[in-house]
């Protein structure tokens, strides 16, 4: 069995993208993300430092904008407006979850679909369907970067995903589709769940529910990646019971240190391909 290094794959980017992002520089301006963030949710005041952090890293120019709780919708929208003006400015995130006031999907609808590096406006997520992806979301998108930095070949196997989430699932059965895997997804009202994924060669895990999948569960050999983060008597843990499950399989991920790094790795790569395509 083998430990599928999320640390290692996205510190080897973020090496890649600095060197990109120095080259760039000699010359030009740097590629920019700007994160707005609503209210006082702790956690995400964590995610949102951790972005800024990796940008840094790389060279890449980052604005953070915070506004209060109590921001209403025509002021978050024009904030957006803002950033989406600003030729400085190649990637916009709004972070989530927004305070319940704040409807979601209107908010996030006024990003331009060209600055849209979370990947997830129906722009994105049409391109993404019609096998012509653009700015890909971010989770899924390191999940394939995983499999190709571990020589995983998905072209004709059985990739089983668990989860049809808008933000995982779904996208996730598109790019391996687009691979040439054979895919299923399951849900909550898949019927005889453990037959099917114990015929998957690639097993994807994106529920929320922390050792959900057992061993008995998997396929001798197969390859197994656990999106979840959940907490379980204190910790973090995966969708995936990962001591047991680990002694079955060729390649697994570990929570953490697996899928979660990826995620914010390839929003950094989202950010320099939208520069790319679309920056001034
Ligand atoms: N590592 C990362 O960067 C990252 C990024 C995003 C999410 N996550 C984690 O990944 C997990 C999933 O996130 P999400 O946003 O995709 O969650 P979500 O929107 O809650 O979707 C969960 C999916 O799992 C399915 N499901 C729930 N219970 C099930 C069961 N017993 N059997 C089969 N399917 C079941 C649901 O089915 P229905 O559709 O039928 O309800 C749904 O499709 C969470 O732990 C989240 O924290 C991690």
Redesign the pocket.
């Known amino acids: 069995m083998q430990i599928i290094d999320g640390k290692t794959v996205s510190e080897q980017l973020k090496a890649q993208f600095k060197q990109k992002i120095d080259l760039i520089t000699k010359t030009g301006r740097a590629p920019g993300l700007a994160v707005i963030i609503v209210g006082e949710d702790a956690a995400s005041k964590v995610y949102v430092a951790n972005k800024i952090k990796d940008c840094e890293q790389i060279g890449m120019k980052s604005v953070h904008c915070r506004l209060k709780e109590d921001t209403t919708k025509e002021e978050l929208i024009e904030a957006i407006n803002c950033f989406n003006a600003d030729p400085t400015i190649d990637g916009l995130i709004v972070q989530l979850p927004l305070p319940k006031h704040l409807d979601e999907n209107e908010i996030l609808s006024h990003i331009d679909v060209h600055k849209d590096v979370d990947g997830l406006s129906a722009y994105q997520t049409g391109r993404l369907a019609l096998g012509i992806p653009e700015l890909k979301p971010c ?1 899924p998108s390191g999940v394939m970067e995983l499999l190709k930095a571990y020589g995983i070949s998905v072209a004709g196997k059985n990739a089983v995903i ?4 808008n ?3 779904k996208p996730m059965a598109f790019m391996l589709l687009k691979d040439n895997a054979t895919v299923t997804v ?5 019927v005889n ?1 453990t037959e099917i994924t114990k015929a998957a060669d690639i097993l994807v895990v ?4 922390a050792r ?1 999948v057992t061993a008995d569960m998997v396929k001798p050999g197969a390859v197994v990646i656990d ?4 907490r379980a008597e204190g910790k973090l843990c995966g ?1 995936v019971d990962f001591e047991a499950v680990k002694e079955k399989v060729a390649y697994i991920t570990p929570v953490p240190g697996g ?2 790094l990826m ?1 914010r790795t390839m929003l950094m790569a989202n950010t320099i391909k939208a520069y790319e395509l679309y920056g001034k």
Do not use: E, K, P, Y
Request: aromatic residues 4%; charged residues 15%; hydrophobic residues 35%.
């Open positions: 989770t668990i989860g049809r989430s933000i995982v699932g399951c849900h909550s009202r898949t769940l994106a529920i929320g529910r959900f999106v979840g983060m959940n969708d899928v979660g995620t």
